[in-house]
């Protein structure tokens, strides 16, 4: 968590996009998500792509760790927000947003019931030894019949330190392997990442079905 806090205060974010992601555009309209229902946004940051969601009418729950990101979004957006405590949480809205602030793998079970989620870049961002968590985090805070996009990003573990930790296809695969249903969409090489001295990077799309409770 000290990692995040001090990107943020220094402003060394580079994850954060000044557009909507492509990925999302393209792929969303396939998860045939519940119209105008509930998208969960774990570890959320400021992420435009909130407002995107937003535009198809649907509300946005975000969970990010770092209340500088949380306030960021509705300060940069110039959205008027109310903030109550919530048990660990901060809880922050205006409406069609709610942000958490605190950690996404302390939110107390049940109390989101999202209809879809999104994640572009926070299964990456935990370290591997809480993804198991994070997947049941994501169980316990959406309905059955959910459905979820997942992008990826995989390159050779040892070429790098994490975050971002590589996600491998396989590691979604079983990850997800109880009480959902994985549905590969694509897959993308990421040319523009080998600056950092990574060979063979990609990422990968996936749509991710709740189907049950185990």
């Not at 992420?47 to 946005?60: E, I, T």
């Not at 990850?175 to 990421?190: R, T």
């Amino acid at each position: 968590m000290e990692f995040w806090h001090a990107r943020w205060q220094s402003q060394n974010i580079g994850w954060h996009r000044a557009m909507f992601n492509d990925l999302l555009v393209k792929h969303w309209p396939k998860l045939n998500a519940v119209e105008d229902g509930k998208v969960l946004v774990p570890l959320c940051g400021k992420s435009l792509d909130m407002l995107w969601l937003a535009k198809q009418g649907y509300s946005v729950i975000g969970i990010d760790m770092v209340e500088q990101a949380v306030k960021s979004f509705f300060t940069d957006n110039q959205l008027e927000f109310e903030s109550i405590k919530i048990g660990k949480h901060k809880k922050f809205s205006s409406q069609p947003f709610t942000l958490f602030h605190g950690n996404v793998l302390d939110l107390e079970a049940g109390v989101i019931q999202a209809d879809a989620w999104y994640d572009r870049a926070a299964l990456i961002a935990l370290n591997p030894s809480d993804r198991k968590d994070y997947v049941n985090q994501i169980r316990q805070q959406t309905k059955i019949g959910a459905v979820g996009l997942l992008i990826t990003f995989s390159y050779p573990q040892e070429q790098m330190n994490g975050p971002p930790f590589a996600l491998h296809d396989d590691d979604v695969t079983d990850l997800f392997c109880d009480g959902f249903e994985v549905e590969f969409l694509e897959k993308i090489d990421l040319e523009d990442e080998k600056k950092r001295g990574l060979t063979d990077i990609t990422s990968s799309v996936f749509k991710i079905t709740r189907i049950s409770d185990i």
